[in-house]
């Protein structure tokens, strides 16, 4: 069971970032897929989350209306707008067994991506 982000980079303050997560091992339709950053000398919070069937999301509320998390039936994706320097992390996808509420028990995780904002 593998989960593996991509999509990161250095970009500009304003800029545009679209992270995707894939999986291999099981089949992503079935899972809730959460995404989730870690910036130096902080703890890991969670950004977005998107149910199995796409009917459900959820946003931190700092990338509100800048961040959109959607899902086909092999990809997760993460599109960053708007992009400032705060939102400078790791960013990791995880995958969960659809539970009641979205994104509290991940049961798989994925190696991250780096995304720098700066100029």
């Known amino acids: 069971v593998q989960l593996q982000a991509s999509g990161g980079g250095l970009v500009q303050p304003g800029g545009s970032l679209r992270l995707s997560c894939a999986a291999s091992?099981?089949?992503?339709?079935?899972?809730?897929i959460g995404w989730f950053r870690q910036a130096p000398g902080k703890e890991r919070e969670g950004v977005s989350c998107?149910?199995?069937?796409?009917?459900n999301t959820k946003y931190l509320d700092s990338v509100k209306g800048r961040f959109t998390i959607s899902r086909d039936n092999a990809m997760v994706y993460l599109q960053m707008n708007n992009l400032k320097p705060e939102d400078t992390a790791i960013y990791y996808c995880?995958?969960?067994?659809?539970?009641?509420?979205?994104?509290?028990?991940?049961?798989?995780w994925g190696k991250g991506t780096q995304v720098t904002v700066s100029s």
């Open positions: 995880a995958a969960e067994w659809p539970r009641k509420r979205l994104c509290t028990g991940m049961d798989y």
């Open positions: 091992g099981f089949t992503l339709d079935d899972y809730t």
């Open positions: 998107i149910s199995h069937n796409a009917g």
